[in-house]
């Protein structure tokens, strides 16, 4: 099974940083991409940062400029580096991995995994 964890939420005030973390471990054949989803109470879940393995990354325009996601890929590791914070940031972070896994007879096969996720709270 694979399992992904974030890490590094909390309460800043507005204007403050914050950096998030993400780990996944499993039986990892490899990584295609990872990245960040937020959900604030009543919304809708939405795209903040991805990053592939091969570096392309993509941003929603709500944080272009201002978070920028990075990765670690030797230990399956993506960070969300979140500055300038505004209180509309105020979410639940959900990291998300789309992997390749091994299976029982020793092949692979594609998955989605997501975290349980992290609160962020920015306070104005």
């Known amino acids: 099974q694979v399992h992904v964890v974030e890490s590094g939420g909390g309460l800043v005030q507005a204007g403050g940083s914050l950096r998030l973390s993400c780990a996944a471990s499993g039986n990892i054949a490899s990584i295609d991409a990872m990245g960040w989803f937020r959900q604030a109470p009543g919304k809708q879940r939405e795209l903040v940062a991805t990053t592939t393995s091969g570096g392309s990354t993509n941003y929603a325009d709500s944080v272009k400029g201002r978070f920028t996601i990075s990765r670690d890929n030797a230990k399956n590791m993506v960070y969300l580096q979140m500055n300038s914070l505004k209180p509309e940031d105020t979410a639940v972070y959900y990291c998300?991995?789309?992997?390749?896994?091994?299976?029982?007879?020793?092949?692979?096969?594609?998955?989605?995994?997501w975290g349980r996720g992290t609160q962020v709270t920015v306070s104005s």
């Open positions: 998300n991995l789309d992997a390749e896994v091994w299976d029982y007879s020793g092949s692979y096969y594609l998955t989605t995994e």
